[in-house]
């Protein structure tokens, strides 16, 4: 049986208000002892907020609040549970979680609590990372999608995928161990169909993970280019900051600038870096390293041209490294301002690049081009981030590969040599990860490591 836990449940400082969460089997008796309902039994009574004291250890009043009793199962934890609000100073918040342990309770560690949720049944592994996720958001994107988590939009939908291969998995099982009889009302071609048409939901429910991630962790992204390209204005028009310097001295970029950002629905981690040239500058040679590293660690580029000015040899051979990394995006800058490359290298570029988009950051126009395109690269068909089950975790997705593996070979092998045992080993090694995926067979590291990132107190 777990002990009973306690932890100050809002952000520490001042504020109006602070929640002391109290969880376990003598969240009942610790209540008793440190708090004093201005009606006496009153307290007790589930899901009413009460006003009363809190006491310490000696009996002395601590500070007045309100406290709410949550009796289980029908609680966040499935334990009893009862939550304190007491004065949001940083000394009394800490005085009352104080007489909470001398009444009984042990500090809860990180996500102590949603770990019992999940231990309890009321949440599904997919839905406790959820919520760690939602603690996390940064932007709307991720907060929506991160809600969706905590409803269980994933979850049921891993879970109607399990009910159906279940269903199938009786049927192998029976034509397995009466193989004389007809045992099954599901014929083996009809078994081969069904084990088809799971196998492209699973794959179509892993595919989600390019849009998922992209908007969950984020995508590293660079801006890069020569130096005076117009990085920097690109880094302020996307960023909507004038955290950058822009003149038209070259080289001012001399180390990297980041930020987290949302655009297109999906979270760019960027990174604005020096102009790439060769340098005896000293400092400045160490922020062009720096913008190497940076291009080497990049998932997305933003390579940034001037067409303004004639190309250079730095130009080109800038232009041949960005457009073999992953995915690239090329920016013909200062298109407000007389053409000035030749139509030669502007349409090398057009070769080069997936993508080519024409902008003036400095006059802030093409962020909605740049927002729409990467839209289009991470959103490869449109999903409601609200509604529709997206897998956001390196994990599921692994898990689900392996079951869309599993259910692909399965269906593969009815009618052929291998015979109906090998049919049911496979359904049954993808209803395993299926399984994983959602935390009904996961190991006991896996779930250290996800609750080990919550913060005290959920």
């Not at 907060?143 to 279940?166: F, N, P, Q, W, Y």
């Not at 655009?263 to 040239?277: E, F, H, K, P, S």
């Not at 690239?328 to 407000?336: G, Q, R, S, W, Y």
């Amino acid at each position: 049986m777990f002990k009973t836990i306690a932890a100050i449940s809002t952000p520490r400082g001042k504020g109006g208000i602070a929640v002391i969460r109290i969880s376990g089997g003598e969240t009942r008796s610790i209540i008793e002892q440190c708090f004093r309902p201005r009606r006496g039994a009153e307290a007790l009574l589930p899901r009413r907020a009460v006003y009363g004291t809190v006491v310490d250890g000696e009996g002395k009043p601590v500070d007045d609040g309100i406290l709410t009793l949550f009796p289980a199962p029908h609680s966040y934890t499935g334990e009893d549970v009862a939550e304190i609000s007491c004065h949001g100073g940083i000394y009394v918040t800490h005085a009352v979680l104080s007489a909470v342990f001398a009444a009984g309770a042990e500090p809860a560690g990180p996500g102590d609590f949603t770990r019992r949720a999940y231990v309890n049944g009321k949440l599904t592994l997919s839905r406790a990372e959820a919520v760690g996720k939602l603690l996390d958001a940064r932007t709307e994107s991720q907060a929506k999608l991160a809600a969706a988590g905590t409803r269980g939009v994933l979850s049921k939908k891993i879970d109607t995928i399990r009910g159906e291969l279940l269903t199938l998995l009786s049927s192998v099982y029976a034509a397995i161990d009466y193989p004389d009889e007809d045992m099954t009302d599901v014929p083996m071609d009809e078994i081969a169909r069904r084990l088809n048409s799971l196998h492209g939901q699973v794959s179509a429910l892993a595919a989600t993970y390019k849009t998922g991630r992209a908007v969950s962790e984020g995508i590293r992204t660079v801006i890069c280019g020569t130096p005076n390209a117009g990085k920097s204005s690109v880094y302020n028009m996307l960023s909507a900051s004038d955290r950058a310097i822009v003149t038209d001295v070259a080289g001012t970029t001399r180390d990297v600038l980041e930020d987290c950002i949302s655009l297109g629905g999906v979270t760019l981690l960027l990174w604005d870096t020096a102009g790439i040239r060769e340098t005896e500058d000293t400092v400045e040679r160490i922020g062009v390293e720096r913008a190497r590293a940076k291009l080497a660690e990049a998932e997305l580029a933003l390579a940034v041209f001037d067409t303004s000015r004639p190309e250079t040899e730095e130009d080109r051979e800038f232009c041949r490294i960005a457009s073999h990394l992953p995915a690239a995006i090329a920016l013909l800058n200062k298109n407000d301002r007389e053409k000035g490359i030749s139509d030669a290298f502007e349409a090398e570029i057009r070769a080069a690049f997936p993508h080519v988009l024409e902008i003036s950051a400095k006059n802030n126009e093409g962020r909605e081009a740049i927002e729409a395109c990467i839209h289009e690269m991470y959103f490869a068909e449109e999903i409601d981030l609200t509604a529709d089950p997206i897998v956001s975790e390196a994990r599921q997705h692994a898990s689900l590969i392996r079951a869309a593996e599993s259910l692909k070979a399965a269906s593969d092998a009815i009618g052929a040599t291998e015979g109906t045992d090998i049919v049911g080993f496979l359904a049954e090694k993808a209803l395993a990860d299926l399984e994983m995926t959602d935390g009904r067979a996961v190991s006991d590291e896996i779930v250290n490591e996800i609750f080990h990132h919550f913060c005290v107190g959920k």
